[in-house]
C-alpha cells in the first residue's frame, strides 16, 4: 500500500511551523524512525525557508509538499511558483574557510543534501520549480524495547 499525503499552504514564514507538523505527523503514519524523522523535518525546514526567503521574496504566493512512502524509502516533492531555481546546481560550500570569510547563507542546500540520499530539481509543466527528495532506509525497525 503506498498512501501519499498533501500539504498546500501560504509561502509565509509563519507557515513553517505547519510544515515541520506535517512532515513529523506523516512520519509517524509511515513508521518512520525518530533519526529519520529529524533529517525530513530539517531539510523540508530549509528548503521551503529559501523558498519563502529566497525564491518569493515576501511576495504572496503557494508551496505544496507531497509525501510518499516507496519500500524502505520517502519520497517528497516540494512545488512552487516562484522564479525558477535549480538549488542541486548550488556549489557546495568552502567548509574550510574561517566563518568570518563565508558567504552569508548557503548551509540549507549543504545540510539538506548531507542528511537525504537524493535530491532531484525538474521545471513542471506548468513552469514552477519542483524538488523531489529521497530518504532511504527510514522505517523503524522494530517495535522490541
Request: net charge negative; charged share 25%.
Amino acid at each position: 500500500m503506498s498512501s501519499t499525503f498533501s500539504l498546500r499552504v501560504l509561502a509565509d514564514v509563519a507557515q513553517l511551523e505547519v510544515i515541520r507538523a506535517f512532515v513529523e505527523q506523516h512520519a509517524r503514519a509511515f513508521d518512520i524512525d525518530a533519526a529519520a524523522t529529524y533529517d525530513l523535518v530539517l531539510a523540508i525546514n530549509e528548503l521551503a525557508t529559501n523558498i519563502i526567503v529566497h525564491g518569493y521574496r515576501s511576495q504572496p504566493g503557494m508551496i505544496e509538499i507531497e509525501m510518499r512512502q516507496q519500500g524502505d524509502a520517502i519520497e517528497i516533492r516540494l512545488r512552487d511558483q516562484a522564479p525558477l531555481f535549480d538549488p542541486t546546481r548550488v556549489p557546495e560550500p568552502d567548509l574550510n574557510l574561517p566563518l568570518h570569510k563565508r558567504p552569508f547563507g548557503g548551509m540549507g542546500v549543504h545540510v539538506t543534501r548531507q542528511v537525504m540520499d537524493s535530491m532531484r530539481y525538474h521545471v513542471t509543466p506548468e513552469g514552477g520549480n519542483e524538488l523531489t527528495l529521497v530518504k532511504r532506509s527510514i522505517v523503524a525497525h522494530s517495535h522490541k524495547e
